[in-house]
């Protein structure tokens, strides 16, 4: 033990070089985390998206620097202060350093003050959410008056056991959900059983949908694609194939769109879950319980269910 | 060696076991023992962790691939759901709760727990609610299959409209083990708050000590919201009536409250104990004082008085308003305060110590280092703009799983082979134990690493089949998962043969500090039975030359006569 103290003293000097060559380059290391985190995530399609990669790279440096500060100095734990076989003998009897533990505690507690700071500004500025309306179960869906400024809808977004369906303004009814690039759209969130979530990954968004409630909500699209939109609340048994598109398009696309499709006759919609319920009929209903799969929805546009997505 | 005034019932009470303690029958009997029950808690646990380890492999099986192929949709909803209750309330709070049963009375020189008839009780619900839980493979209709949460009105869909179902097999199921839990915490609590030795007050108490009382309390504040809760879902869902349900004015979110008002605590009662197993290893394996011990004592009441305020980070998107949202992430982050607390002085604890690798120390910094990591991913989480993209997403289960697998059972394998000898009177095998780690921390590695970034690119969780982008690090985790299922070999194998024929363990075998280390291995029906120790000094006192009990070479001696 007595030799193990010497040598610590002995090396004292050169272990502050160490020490603040380990920072450097934790640092470093933390930065380039921060950098590469942008690429972990999804293409970047809606206002929403720069702000949240923003806080997740700041989260990841800041992560990055705690996560190899403490295992960096576990690491040289192991290689520097490994007993020597057979020896039973007690390390340097440290029982607590006041200042020490005043410092982590402080210290956290300002890095999570900052991080929350931040992140309650970011919320403000998002601001997503609208309103939530109760209504009775069984009875219309009520209006709700937008408090906040929008550039195109309400669109409805009405979700069920498993399919999508968007109504438009003009009463045109889609399986895919068709978007304005750049525009704020407003949405009014229905569901016709069980709660769903409205998640698409590119924007960086996602709403549970709640049964006997309706949800306005508003997002803007700023990229020009195909990107998938995901039931995020699991809905049962067919709730991985509760998925569909979201197409944003040009504005002068997207009315082109509006205005061709307004001429098309209803017909059956994207229902993925329901021709895998009838397979399962036609191969004798074996599997667990589940209730059947909502009818095929009643649309202008049926959509393409294999259409390529962009992310 | 003070003689103590506890009620001399308790001292000379006889081995309900008529045929005497060393009796291999004891363990299928309401036996009032803690340590018979400890043993039956555990080893039913672990039997559990294979149900759950081979629903977690089918798992695994179903998304190696991007189609849903091997099992209908249906059936890998039960299975998920089914991998998760078993795991959570048959394996981690079982076995936390027979750990607890094993350490608590001998760590505070108790002969035994305060109520023992309630404590057997509160094991034998375990079998009781298992079964039931296990029977729900056979209805008709399959186990339940709306996940672990049970969110209505998803859970009272009933589709084949029996009275009958998995779903209510799993309410009873669940409310069962909650009562089991209430008893046990009564137990503990009372026991570690009225029957410790004397001269060990709260501060002189070890840390596992501290952890249990306050993961203990947490479960009396919190548990009857889960178990309320349970009961209105079975109302609604066997009687119709509409606390949740839409159709009768109800509402489906509040169930959600009731359930995370406890469920997210409930992460905080399982990895508290281990918190307290890492503060008893590593002093004893870097043969140092624990560093800060009154802050990390002081730490475990400041996770618990917060753990109860951070439920709504569950439903940061369930149209939550903003001024709620905000104010949970404040909670909740504020969590990493007290946590950073204890890592800090784990690190510090190991700081210039003489460290010896020996399996136990292995699983502790292995846990040590996935939790880390681990709550690194939860402050993000807790973000509220980062969740909404994360949330319900691959992320969060692998999140979690780095906290329920590669925390907490990494700890619970930790105290398994730290006391294992202290307990059977056996030492267990070094080479397989590290066999074990290696695996485990490979496979665990291997398995939930990768998935966080599934959950980045939009993943979502639950699902039986998913787009073939994410195909990569699913292939990765299924790897590891199988991995994982082989670690188990070498783990079940050492305990077996070491419990059956390994060589016998001294009193001491770590050179520990600690009132269970100075009785003989195993520890006799009642501890210190009349020699109850006077304790001087704080634990971990190594290498200060403090005894931590009075006339310690007696009970040295005395333990060794024993043995």
Redesign the interface.
């Known amino acids: 033990m007595n030799t193990k103290i010497r040598r610590i003293k002995k090396s004292g000097f050169s272990k502050t070089y160490i020490i603040i060559i380990a920072v450097i380059l934790n640092i470093g290391l933390s930065l380039l985390m921060g950098y590469w985190s942008y690429s972990w995530l999804p293409i970047q399609a809606s206002e929403a998206s720069h702000y949240v990669d923003n806080l997740f790279a700041f989260e990841t440096t800041i992560g990055t620097f705690i996560f190899l500060g403490c295992t960096g100095t576990m690491a040289w734990i192991l290689v520097f202060n490994r007993a020597p076989k057979y020896d039973e003998s007690n390390g340097e009897p440290l029982e607590g350093n006041l200042k020490l533990e005043i410092i982590w505690t402080i210290v956290p507690l300002l890095l999570v003050l900052g991080i929350s700071t931040y992140s309650t500004r970011v919320n403000y500025k998002l601001e997503n959410l609208g309103s939530k309306i109760k209504y009775d179960y069984g009875a219309e869906v009520p209006f709700v008056e937008e408090k906040k400024v929008f550039d195109y809808g309400p669109i409805d977004v009405i979700s069920r056991q498993w399919n999508w369906e968007f109504v438009y303004p003009n009463g045109i009814h889609s399986s895919e959900l068709h978007l304005p690039v750049d525009k704020k759209s407003n949405f009014r969130l229905i569901t016709e059983d069980v709660i769903h979530s409205f998640y698409v990954p590119a924007f960086r968004l996602k709403q549970d949908i709640i049964p006997g409630s309706v949800i306005t909500y508003s997002l803007t699209p700023t990229k020009e694609g195909v990107f998938r939109l995901r039931d995020a609340m699991f809905s049962g048994a067919y709730f991985s194939e509760n998925q569909t598109n979201v197409i944003v398009e040009s504005e002068e696309i997207f009315y082109k769109w509006i205005k061709e499709t307004v001429k098309k006759e209803l017909q059956n919609g994207l229902n993925p879950a329901g021709n895998l319920y009838q397979k399962r009929l036609r191969n004798g209903n074996r599997g667990w319980a589940t209730v059947k799969p909502a009818p095929d929805p009643k649309v202008n546009d049926a959509g393409i269910e294999s259409r390529p997505h962009d992310s | 060696m003070t003689i103590v005034n506890y009620d001399p019932r308790l001292v000379k009470s006889k081995n309900p076991y008529p045929k005497g303690p060393n009796d291999w029958k004891r363990f299928f009997s309401f036996n009032t023992d803690a340590k018979v029950i400890g043993i039956q808690y555990i080893v039913t646990a672990l039997f559990f962790l294979l149900i759950g380890g081979l629903l977690a492999m089918l798992i695994r099986g179903e998304l190696i691939t991007p189609p849903?192929d091997l099992?209908?949709?249906?059936?890998y909803?039960?299975l998920y759901t089914m991998h998760g209750t078993i795991m959570l309330f048959l394996f981690l709070f079982p076995i936390l709760s027979g750990l607890t049963n094993l350490l608590v009375p001998p760590m505070i020189g108790a002969p035994d727990m305060a109520f023992p008839k309630l404590n057997a009780l509160a094991f034998w619900l375990v079998p009781v609610f298992s079964i039931i839980l296990l029977l729900s493979f056979f209805v008709?209709?399959?186990?339940a299959?709306?996940?672990w949460?049970s969110?209505p009105?998803?859970s009272i869909?009933n589709?084949?409209g029996k009275i009958i179902?998995?779903e209510m097999l799993w309410i009873i199921a669940i409310s069962l083990s909650g009562i089991s839990s209430i008893i046990g915490a009564v137990n503990f609590v009372t026991t570690i708050i009225r029957m410790r030795a004397p001269g060990m007050g709260f501060f002189k108490m070890p840390i596992f000590i501290w952890t249990v009382l306050a993961a203990q309390l947490l479960q009396l504040l919190g548990l009857p919201a889960l178990t309320g809760g349970a009961i209105m879902l079975f109302f609604d869902l066997t009687f119709g009536t509409s606390f949740f349900r839409?159709?009768?004015?109800g509402?489906?979110?509040l169930f959600q409250h009731f359930f995370w008002f406890y469920s997210h605590p409930a992460v905080y009662v399982m990895v508290l104990p281990v918190f307290g197993i890492f503060s008893e290893l590593f002093p004893v394996y870097?043969?140092?004082?624990l560093?800060?011990?009154?802050?990390v004592a002081v730490a475990s009441f400041g996770i618990t008085i917060l753990s109860l305020v951070v439920w709504v980070h569950h439903m940061f998107?369930?149209?939550t308003p903003?001024w709620m949202?905000?104010l949970f992430?404040?909670t909740t982050?504020?969590i990493?305060?007290p946590t950073?607390?204890k890592?800090?002085?784990w690190?510090?604890t190991?700081?210039?110590?003489?460290?010896?690798?020996t399996t136990p120390m292995l699983f502790c910094?292995g846990g040590?280092?996935n939790f880390?990591?681990g709550g690194?991913?939860g402050?993000?989480l807790a973000?509220?703009?980062?969740d909404?993209?994360v949330?319900?997403?691959y992320f969060v289960v692998a999140h979690f799983h780095y906290i329920i697998f590669n925390t907490i059972a990494f700890g619970i394998f930790a105290a398994i082979y730290h006391w294992f000898p202290k307990f059977t009177g056996r030492m267990f095998y070094e080479g397989l134990g590290k066999v074990h780690f290696a695996l485990t921390f490979i496979g665990a590695t291997l398995n939930w690493l990768p998935l966080h970034?599934a959950g980045?690119?939009?993943m979502?969780?639950?699902?039986?089949?998913?787009?073939p982008e994410f195909a990569i690090w699913n292939v990765l985790a299924s790897i590891g998962a199988f991995i994982l299922g082989v670690a188990s070999i070498p783990f079940i194998l050492n305990m077996v043969s070491s419990w059956v024929r390994g060589k016998s363990a001294p009193p001491n075998p770590w050179?520990a500090i600690g009132l269970e280390w100075l009785l003989p291995s195993p520890p006799p029906h009642e501890n210190f039975e009349e020699d109850i120790p006077t304790v001087l000094n704080e634990p971990y006192?190594?290498?200060?030359d403090k005894p931590f009990v009075e006339d310690e070479q007696f009970y040295i001696e005395k333990s060794l006569k024993k043995h």
């Not at chain 2, 008709?140 to 186990?143: D, E, I, N, Q, S």
């Not at chain 2, 839409?246 to 004015?249: T, V």
């Not at chain 2, 190991?350 to 690798?357: K, T």
């Open positions: 849903s099992f209908d949709p249906t059936v909803n039960g008709p209709g399959g186990p299959s709306s996940g949460w969110y009105p998803i869909q589709p084949l179902n998995g839409i159709e009768g004015g509402d489906p979110v870097s043969r140092k004082p560093f800060g011990y009154k802050f998107y369930t149209g903003m949202r905000n992430m404040f982050m504020l990493a305060v950073g607390v890592v800090f002085a690190i510090a190991l700081w210039g110590g003489n460290i010896r690798l910094l040590l280092f880390i990591f690194i991913t402050v993000m973000t509220v703009p980062v909404i993209h949330g319900n997403t970034w980045l690119l939009g979502p969780r639950r699902v039986a089949s998913y787009d050179k006192c190594y290498g200060l």
